[in-house]
């Protein structure tokens, strides 16, 4: 499916906030739209962010705004996802922004299937695989990264099985890759966040693939828990790949200097509407965190799979193209 549309000069997200209960959609007919949008994750997952900044752009110009102002603006919704800055700036340098929108609405789905076709090489039928956060169609326009290769390897009839955490506070996983999987019928089990390290230490996960809000050359930024996997993974020797489209690569900095945005704490103290901490209790709810690009065994792209020890040579090269 389809996380947005163009149409009528405004844009129309899939409410992520919504499901599994409930598909419906959120209208944005303007650029503060967007910016509400991206917020509060009605849009979520660094290449549907980028795409939909792309849009608000787009609505920008159709509106006579300040452009520059409203780049800015954009920029600042999200820190984290590298996606939403190249997006922003991508399509403000453009001599048309709403054609330069739909052309990367268009690439980011045949990203996705690269990525998915290339990711598939590394599954084995009867592969169980834990993917983490949802990494899937409704974090890009369409097909996904992470959830992409498994796709790829369902639709080449590898029998697999797939794990997903809860991804806690938002449950991403629970709400959103669940729900994506069990649309294909593509087997899928939940776990609760602190069980994937057990699960690994009985053999019971083969592949941890995940995606990435941020890519650079000594690792990359995903949802909180991604790190605890990593090191699940490395401890008990299962191969941990990252799925990522090379627009989430930044390779300006270290990993270590990115901005982790902090979210508001009612995420971590409500849980479908309902308090389970006490009043008063204080909260540290970081929505990313880093993994060393020492824990990670491949990185899948639309180019193919780089191996994290050649991270400083494939650096260079995308800086010089």
Not at 122 to 141: K, P, W
Not at 223 to 231: D, H, T
Request: aromatic content about 8%; some cysteine.
């Amino acid at each position: 499916m389809k996380t947005m549309e163009w149409k009528d000069n405004k844009l129309i997200l899939v409410d992520q906030r919504k499901l599994p209960d409930k598909l419906s959609y959120f209208v944005c007919d303007n650029y503060n739209d967007v910016i509400v949008a991206i917020k509060t994750m009605v849009v979520r997952g660094a290449p549907a962010i980028g795409v939909a900044a792309a849009f608000g752009v787009a609505l920008a110009q159709l509106d006579g705004e300040n452009m520059r102002k409203v780049a800015e603006e954009i920029k600042a919704s999200r820190p984290t996802a590298v996606n939403l800055f190249w997006a922003v700036d991508r399509v403000l340098a453009s001599d048309n922004p709403v054609d330069e929108a739909i052309a990367m609405y268009h690439e980011d789905i045949d990203t996705n299937l690269a990525i998915g076709r290339n990711g598939a090489e590394i599954i084995s039928d009867g592969d169980t695989i834990l993917t983490h956060c949802n990494a899937g169609a409704l974090a890009c326009v369409d097909y996904g990264t992470a959830l992409g290769v498994v796709r790829s390897a369902f639709h080449q009839d590898k029998k697999i099985n797939v794990i997903c955490d809860e991804t806690r506070p938002v449950g991403q996983g629970a709400r959103l890759s669940v729900w994506e999987l069990q649309q294909e019928n593509i087997p899928v089990k939940l776990i609760p966040d602190v069980a994937a390290g057990y699960l690994m230490q009985q053999g019971k996960i083969n592949k941890v693939v995940i995606g990435a809000d941020r890519v650079a050359k000594d690792g990359i930024v995903n949802k909180i828990g991604s790190l605890m996997v990593a090191l699940s993974a490395n401890r008990f020797h299962v191969p941990f790949y990252v799925a990522a489209p090379l627009s989430t690569f930044d390779h300006e900095i270290s990993i270590y200097d990115t901005e982790i945005e902090e979210r508001n704490p009612e995420e971590v103290l409500y849980y479908g509407g309902c308090r389970i901490a006490p009043k008063g209790t204080e909260v540290i709810n970081p929505a990313f965190d880093i993994v060393p690009s020492d824990l990670i065994t491949g990185i899948i792209t639309e180019k193919g799979i780089i191996d994290p020890n050649k991270f400083q040579d494939f650096f260079q090269k995308l800086k010089y193209k």
